[in-house]
């Protein structure tokens, strides 16, 4: 027989509110092998990341991989760990609270955001329990993951609804698929690259660089190659780039399966071999720096390029809590919260106040015994 988790906490005439769900990818609680073997361990076992029969996989997973990978994997995070801990965790936290604080000043009832990881702490469920502790009875989930993917935004979709339905009061939800296209987005990213340039010089060349995916993903109907093409293509037109000035290419791929074209690093080496004098690099499918960007792109392509003849690398950092961004992003939330009381102009504390205590009397009046 299924046992469901309660509400923590309830009394007859506690105020409602809403919840904001920030999630990211994740992060290591240290760079270390320990730690690095212990996140590599959850995110690899996703059956949305790497799509191949259990058996097989845990096999391979724990025979050869978290043999190998988890000290290289320390290697580099360790380069790139600050004195506060992870980048990705710094930024993506700072996003949230950013949020937070301008929904706190133009949302008439109160709102609670929470920041949770996939893969890693702070997790999607403890992030969930905070919510319901502070009497969320309505979430909205925003996955920092402006192209829609199932093996990032479908995997989120996957951790939240999974640990909502163990819940025995389950909370009206609404999920944001992606933003790849949006106006602010693309705005706050165009505006980042053109302040970059402004401080630091133009590039002869500005390379999108997206995470990458096995090739069969696009084949299956995944949207995310199309969409990382489109962003890239907008943001290009926003800054007035000719189609000569600009090039998307996918990074990070692994194993010896096909992944999306072209590769990041074979392009990097190409122009590098080419002569060209200065390669802009930006990762708009990142919202906030991380091991992929820092690491892969400042430190390892940067080496590539200039080993093959290139001048110098110019790795423009991702949007992270820019007020642009984080302005955006509180948009975004704000038009999908639309129609729920916390975010109507009629909402009154007085109003909502009086009316639960109303309720409280009537429960405890009936026998409730809070």
Not at 10 to 20: F, N
Not at 131 to 145: D, F, H, N, Q, T
Not at 231 to 250: H, N, P, Q, Y
Request: with cysteine; aromatic share 8%.
């Amino acid at each position: 027989m299924p046992t469901f988790q309660s509400s923590p906490h309830y009394e007859h005439g506690d105020p409602d509110s809403l919840g904001i769900l920030v999630v990211n990818l994740g992060t290591p609680d240290a760079p270390t092998r320990k730690a690095v073997r212990r996140y590599l361990k959850q995110f690899l076992w996703d059956p949305r990341v790497v799509e191949l029969p259990r058996p097989l996989w845990w096999l391979i997973l724990n025979g050869v991989i978290l043999t190998v990978r988890p000290s290289q994997s320390a290697e580099a995070y360790e380069k790139i760990w600050t004195e506060d801990g992870s980048p990705l965790l710094l930024h993506s936290q700072a996003i949230a609270d950013g949020i937070g604080r301008q929904l706190a000043a133009r949302t008439s009832g109160p709102v609670h955001v929470e920041l949770g990881m996939s893969y890693g702490q702070p997790s999607i469920d403890s992030a969930l329990q905070r919510l319901y502790e502070k009497g969320a009875r309505r979430i909205v989930c925003l996955p920092l993951y402006p192209q829609y993917s199932g093996t990032t935004s479908g995997s989120v979709f996957d951790d939240v609804t999974r640990a909502l339905s163990k819940r025995r009061w389950v909370p009206e939800f609404r999920f944001i698929n992606h933003y790849h296209d949006a106006r602010g987005y693309i705005a706050a990213a165009a505006q980042s690259i053109r302040e970059y340039r402004e401080q630091h010089g133009a590039g002869d060349k500005l390379l999108f660089s997206f995470h990458g995916l096995p090739r069969q993903n696009l084949l299956d109907g995944d949207p995310y190659h199309c969409q990382c093409h489109k962003t890239a293509r907008l943001i290009a037109e926003s800054l007035e780039l000719g189609d000569d000035d600009w090039v998307v290419t996918f990074q990070s791929r692994v194993g010896r399966q096909e992944w999306l074209r072209p590769y990041t690093d074979e392009t990097v080496e190409k122009l590098g071999k080419a002569g060209l004098g200065r390669l802009d690099v930006v990762c708009p499918g990142f919202a906030a720096d991380c091991l992929e960007t820092l690491e892969e792109i400042a430190m390892q392509n940067g080496e590539i390029f200039e080993e093959a003849g290139g001048g110098e690398l110019q790795y423009i950092p991702c949007l992270n809590a820019r007020d642009d961004h984080v302005e955006f992003l509180t948009r975004l939330v704000e038009q999908h919260v639309g129609g729920w009381p916390e975010s109507s102009t009629d909402w009154n504390a007085s109003d909502d106040a009086r009316e639960r205590d109303k309720s409280r009397e009537r429960a405890l009046a009936m026998g409730a015994d809070a």
